[in-house]
Structure formats: C-alpha cells, structure tokens
C-alpha cells in the first residue's frame, strides 16, 4: 500500500466519517508513542547512558507485557530525570546494574500508575533547573491551573483529555503536553479531566501533529477506495 501518494478524498456518509475519527485517533497514538520513546531517549543522553547501555535497557523493558511498556513511557519528565541520575552515580560506583534500572523503573511505574492524557496551550512551558546544595540540580516540568472550577471550590484547575478528538482547542492551542494525571493527583469527568498540576511528559507542536495526521488519514482512505474499486471491477 503506497502512502506517499497526494489524494484529495471527500467523506461522504456517517459510516466514513466514523471510520476517518478512527484512523485519525490510531495515527495520532503512533505519533505519541514515537514521540514517547524520543523523550525517554532523550532524557537518557541527558543524564550520561552510552549507546550500549541504552540498547541493554531498552532490551530488558521489550521483556515486559505492551501496558508495562505503556506505563514506562508515561513516567513524567522530572521523575525521570531524577531516577535516571541517581542510577547513573549507583551504576559508575558498581552499585546498580541496567536490569536493577528496569527494575526499580518498573516499581517506580507500579507505584503511581501513570498515563499519557493530553494538554493543549499556547503557552510553550519549559523545563525548569535549579541548583540545591543537598541535592545537586533539581530539575522540574509541570502546568499549573489557570482556570477556576466550581467544582473544586474554585481552585484553578489545568484539563486535559484521553484522546487524540478531545483535545482543547477553543482557543486556538499550539502546543500540546504530554502530561501524566494520577488517580489521586486528578478528577475524571468522562474523556475529561481536570488537576490543580500536571506533570509533563513531552511536548509536541498541535499544528503539525494535526497536519501529519490528516496527511496519514488522508493516504490511508485515499489507498483503500482504490483497493475497493479494483475488487470491485
């Protein structure tokens, strides 16, 4: 199936509709796990895992079930770092090895549960570092609540959906934070939720995640009405 090939496809009926909402969302996930395993290789690099020690790791967690591997991935970005530096001195003092690392990095992903939910903004929030004398840098990335809810006493809330078609976009958003709600840290309301902070995973550009994965859809519908009219024939 080619999917490099310009199309212009026009959705005519509901029951295309509904399958182009579908695709739409099975892009978009293939677009965020990417971007998932990119962060995690990047924080990697940051905190001083060679090529080697990398593969070993990666290798070990391919060894668990696709949730595990899932949850792993939506470890946020400070407790990441932190965990990933501390192992890196226990390891060059012949404290800890890379499996001890997947080890302690799955009990870290058992204890909080994490998730991947998703924070539309125009503000480009980044990471921030400061140095502490009885810890060394401490690093941190999270939104905070800006926007009053009732029903939490009014205190300022930030949202976030659970998939790719509801995402915030009212006001226009150009970025999007990967962020990692905890059941106790958030209230769910539906694909909704909402969290005095949220603790950032990653972040994307919305306006080329959305332009890569109309393209995507757009080649995918395009390729199998093709597909139809040639069985058809």
Same mark, same amino acid.
């Given at each position: 199936m080619n999917?490099?090939?310009?199309?212009?496809y026009k959705i005519n009926n509901e029951q295309e509709k509904l399958e182009r909402k579908n695709i739409n969302e099975l892009f978009f996930q293939e677009l965020i796990e990417s971007k998932?395993?990119?962060?995690?290789?990047?924080?990697?690099?940051?905190?001083g895992f060679n090529e080697d020690e990398q #593969?070993?790791?990666? *290798?070990?967690?391919? +060894?668990?079930?696709?949730p595990e591997e899932n949850n792993i991935l939506a470890v946020?970005?400070?407790?990441?770092?932190?965990?990933?530096?501390?192992?890196?001195?226990?390891?060059?003092?012949?404290?800890?090895?890379i499996k001890e690392l997947a080890e302690n990095i799955q009990k870290i992903v058992n204890m909080?549960?994490?998730?991947?939910a998703y924070? #539309?903004?125009?503000? *480009?929030?980044?990471? +921030?570092?400061?140095?502490?004398?009885?810890?060394?840098?401490?690093?941190s990335w999270a939104t905070k609540g800006t926007e009053e809810d009732h029903r939490d006493n009014n205190i300022p809330m930030a949202y976030f959906s659970k998939n790719y078609t509801d995402i915030y976009r009212d006001k226009s958003p150009k970025y999007l934070y990967l962020v990692a709600p905890t059941k106790k840290s958030s209230?769910?309301?539906g694909s909704w939720g909402r969290a005095a902070s949220l603790d950032i995973i990653a972040k994307i550009n919305l306006r080329e995640a959305d332009?890569?994965?109309?393209e995507k859809t757009k080649q995918y519908l395009a390729n199998k009405k093709e597909e139809n009219i040639k069985l058809a024939a």
């Amino acid at each position: 199936m080619n999917l490099e090939k310009p199309i212009n496809y026009k959705i005519n009926n509901e029951q295309e509709k509904l399958e182009r909402k579908n695709i739409n969302e099975l892009f978009f996930q293939e677009l965020i796990e990417s971007k998932l395993i990119d962060s995690f290789k990047e924080a990697l690099n940051v905190t001083g895992f060679n090529e080697d020690e990398q #593969a070993d790791l990666f *290798n070990e967690l391919s +060894k668990l079930s696709s949730p595990e591997e899932n949850n792993i991935l939506a470890v946020p970005w400070e407790l990441k770092m932190r965990a990933l530096s501390c192992a890196r001195k226990s390891i060059d003092n012949n404290k800890m090895t890379i499996k001890e690392l997947a080890e302690n990095i799955q009990k870290i992903v058992n204890m909080n549960n994490f998730t991947v939910a998703y924070h #539309a903004t125009k503000n *480009n929030i980044e990471p +921030k570092e400061k140095y502490s004398p009885s810890v060394g840098i401490e690093r941190s990335w999270a939104t905070k609540g800006t926007e009053e809810d009732h029903r939490d006493n009014n205190i300022p809330m930030a949202y976030f959906s659970k998939n790719y078609t509801d995402i915030y976009r009212d006001k226009s958003p150009k970025y999007l934070y990967l962020v990692a709600p905890t059941k106790k840290s958030s209230r769910h309301d539906g694909s909704w939720g909402r969290a005095a902070s949220l603790d950032i995973i990653a972040k994307i550009n919305l306006r080329e995640a959305d332009k890569k994965v109309e393209e995507k859809t757009k080649q995918y519908l395009a390729n199998k009405k093709e597909e139809n009219i040639k069985l058809a024939a």
